[in-house]
């Protein structure tokens, strides 16, 4: 039966490259693994040099020192690297940052290991910050959609969007992600993101001018004179039956390709103003 020695761990430890610093880390991991293998399915004088618990539990060490290097590397901390070697592999990318995030008790240093990840993944401050906030509203694919953000976001700012509104055009795209891709009617969202603007730049607080965002969209989709009296409910200032109105030409130019007709304008003003 072969048996785990310091010289096998050292010959073992020797073949990954790294530096000497991270040998007890290394020797400690070998140990473990070896101990809780034997305890499951004990070696015997039959097992085969493969299936040793003593060169699995080897491999194991491998694989474990290479992910807790790259981590301590990136700036980590003794408990975040451990955390993200020990479950690498096993949980995808969310579940395996998240348990990593979870295992350090004081808060801010949980935030410090949380951004030194983060911005191990980007330089990019849109994509940072998107990450952060998805990745704390518990979002499953904080990585793919803060990339699909940024993305979205640059391609607003190119086009001559002001910030605001690339950043509520960015948002409402990003709720329409899942793992297939993200699907999204441009028109809508653009409207979408053009109340918003309007909203801010009117006094309203984010969480207002996303609702009224909804409205609008909302409207875009179901039909404005149809949506009229429900919007009204909520949004009855002359600035935004004004507003509406706008809207309400935009969409007809988008789908027609032509303006509004005064008879059709004046058929929703009538109703707005009634």
Not at 43 to 56: A, C, K, L, P, R
Not at 228 to 237: C, D, F, G, I
Request: aromatic share 14%; with cysteine; charged share 30%.
């Amino acid at each position: 039966m072969i048996q785990l020695t310091d010289e096998l761990i050292r010959t073992a430890f020797a073949k990954t490259g790294f530096d000497e610093k991270y040998f007890p880390v290394y020797e400690g991991k070998v140990k473990q693994a070896c101990n809780e293998l034997q305890e499951d399915v004990p070696d015997d004088d039959e097992t085969t040099e493969q299936e040793s618990n003593v060169f699995s539990s080897i491999r194991r060490a491998n694989d474990y020192i290479a992910y807790y290097v790259e981590e301590i590397e990136k700036g980590h901390g003794d408990t975040w690297a451990a955390s993200i070697a020990e479950n690498r592999g096993i949980e995808d990318e969310f579940y395996t940052v998240e348990e990593a995030y979870n295992s350090i008790e004081n808060e801010d240093e949980r935030e410090k290991e949380l951004d030194i990840y983060i911005n191990s993944l980007s330089e990019d401050p849109i994509f940072r910050e998107r990450y952060k906030s998805l990745f704390h509203d518990f979002d499953l694919h904080p990585q793919e959609k803060a990339s699909e953000y940024c993305e979205i976001f640059h391609r607003c700012i190119n086009a001559g969007k002001s910030t605001i509104c690339s950043h509520a055009f960015a948002n409402e795209a990003n709720n329409y992600f899942d793992e297939r891709g993200t699907h999204y009617n441009e028109h809508f969202v653009d409207i979408h993101a053009e109340a918003v603007e309007q909203a801010i730049e009117h006094g309203m607080d984010d969480d207002q001018a996303y609702s009224f965002g909804d409205s609008c969209s909302e409207a875009c989709e179901q039909g404005f004179l149809l949506m009229a009296n429900n919007y009204l409910k909520n949004y009855h200032e002359d600035r935004q039956k004004a507003f509406y109105l706008y809207l309400y030409g935009k969409d007809y130019l988008h789908r027609h390709n032509r303006e509004v007709p005064e008879c059709e304008l004046n058929d929703l003003r009538r109703e707005l103003y009634k």
